[in-house]
């Protein structure tokens, strides 16, 4: 396996499917030409993580909302309380157990597996910068 930033072949884009069909996106202009290296890879790894947590899900929550909002009108919506709102949103009205859902997320998992395999990501040698 790789052991440096540089093997990896990273650049400041990502490839998504989007509905079924594959597009890549640039995390930063001109993103597409810039590699990853030990110097910028805080900043691949927050332009990543902006992706995937609040960009990659605009497009679904806006359709969710719609579809919301086309059953309850948003005047209406504020007169849901959070128990009701969990209830009509996830049919329960549990707590979210963190250490579970943390135990099942695949994606954290992942990327701890990857920067064991990778130790130079973490700070270890390989001047590649």
């Known amino acids: 396996p790789p052991d440096t930033i540089k093997d990896m072949c990273l650049f400041f884009i990502v490839d998504d499917n989007i509905l079924g069909k594959t ?15 030990k110097g910028n890879l805080i900043e691949y790894i927050h332009l990543m993580a902006d992706y995937r947590l609040n960009r990659q899900s605009k497009v679904s929550f806006r ?55 990778y130790p130079s990501l973490l700070g270890g040698g390989g001047g590649d910068e």
Request: glycine share 6%; with cysteine.
């Open 63 to 117: 359709t969710f909302a719609e579809g919301f909002y086309s059953v309850i009108s948003p005047e209406c919506s504020v007169c849901l309380v959070t128990r009701s709102s969990r209830v009509l949103l996830s049919g329960t009205v549990s707590e979210i157990d963190v250490e579970d859902l943390k135990n099942n997320t695949v994606l954290l998992r992942r990327l701890l597996s990857r920067a064991s395999r």
């Open 23 to 37: 597009k890549t996106i640039e995390l930063k202009p001109n993103g597409g030409s810039i590699e990853v290296t």
